[in-house]
């Protein structure tokens, strides 16, 4: 985590400035009109983005060496950390809304065994269960937006979006006799998927329980990382 929270530091000052750019990584999902290719995405938002996960990742498992010490489980905690961050680290330097499904969902994952770690524990078990299915929710609604995405646009590579936005501004989706404006609905649809892991209005009601795990999940969940990914 130290050498990641380096390289982070360094990518921070090399690109906050500059122009962005791809990193092509493998060949994804071609399946009719549907061209999907992995890459990193590397831009000032995604630089910025990268040190807090890195930076606030690297401090949390130096904590964790000290507070975890007294648990045999602690390979498993670690495990837990660093599948929590590459998540993380997935989601924030995706070039397509696949890949931020993907990291999205890692990052639900990693939560719900992270706030269960002490499986022992009843109430663990259930703080665990609860933020899965609430975050369920709010990534029910992402999904829908990033269907309507695919269906509107074409394409789900970020480029491809952005230079059709304008175009897009000026159709109307007509629901039961009632027209919207599309690009309402989809930004609709993706603030819900967002309101789930940043604890907003009615689904916030698993984050006091995610107290629940060891201290420094509180701090990766609540401070550091994945409530802020919402935002």
């Given at each position: 985590?130290?050498?990641?929270?380096?390289?982070?530091?360094?990518?921070?000052?090399?690109n906050?400035?500059?122009?962005?750019?791809?990193v092509?990584?493998?060949?994804?999902?071609?399946v009719?009109?549907?061209?999907?290719?992995?890459?990193?995405?590397?831009?000032?938002l995604?630089?910025?983005?990268?040190?807090?996960v890195?930076?606030?990742?690297?401090?949390?498992?130096?904590?964790?060496?000290?507070?975890?010490?007294?648990?045999?489980?602690?390979?498993r905690?670690?495990?837990?950390?660093?599948?929590?961050?590459?998540?993380?680290?997935?989601?924030?330097?995706?070039?397509?809304?696949?890949?931020?499904?993907?990291?999205?969902?890692?990052?639900?994952?990693?939560?719900?065994?992270?706030?269960?770690?002490?499986?022992t524990?009843?109430?663990?078990?259930?703080?665990?269960?609860?933020?899965?299915?609430?975050?369920?929710?709010?990534?029910?609604?992402?999904?829908?937006g990033?269907?309507?995405?695919?269906?509107?646009?074409?394409?789900?590579?970020?480029?491809?979006?952005?230079?059709?936005?304008?175009?897009?501004?000026?159709?109307?989706?007509?629901?039961?006799?009632?027209?919207?404006?599309?690009?309402?609905?989809?930004?609709i649809?993706?603030?819900?998927?967002?309101?789930?892991?940043?604890?907003?209005?009615?689904?916030?009601?698993w984050?006091?329980?995610?107290?629940e795990?060891?201290?420094?999940?509180?701090?990766?969940?609540?401070?550091?990382?994945?409530?802020?990914?919402?935002?």
């Amino acid at each position: 985590m130290g050498l990641s929270a380096l390289m982070a530091v360094l990518g921070l000052f090399q690109n906050v400035y500059a122009e962005g750019y791809t990193v092509p990584v493998f060949s994804f999902i071609h399946v009719g009109t549907l061209e999907v290719d992995w890459a990193l995405r590397v831009d000032p938002l995604s630089s910025v983005m990268m040190f807090v996960v890195a930076f606030c990742s690297m401090l949390i498992h130096v904590y964790s060496v000290g507070y975890m010490s007294h648990d045999r489980s602690i390979p498993r905690f670690m495990a837990y950390l660093s599948f929590f961050t590459f998540a993380m680290l997935m989601l924030v330097t995706s070039d397509n809304l696949i890949q931020l499904f993907f990291g999205w969902e890692g990052v639900g994952v990693a939560s719900y065994l992270l706030i269960g770690f002490w499986y022992t524990k009843p109430s663990a078990c259930a703080a665990a269960i609860k933020a899965f299915i609430v975050n369920r929710v709010g990534d029910f609604a992402l999904m829908l937006g990033l269907a309507g995405i695919y269906l509107v646009f074409d394409s789900l590579q970020y480029d491809v979006i952005f230079a059709q936005v304008s175009e897009v501004a000026a159709t109307e989706l007509v629901v039961w006799g009632s027209t919207f404006e599309t690009l309402n609905v989809l930004c609709i649809l993706l603030f819900i998927g967002a309101m789930g892991k940043s604890a907003q209005l009615g689904l916030h009601t698993w984050l006091p329980d995610a107290m629940e795990g060891p201290t420094p999940v509180s701090a990766l969940i609540h401070a550091a990382t994945m409530v802020t990914a919402g935002v």
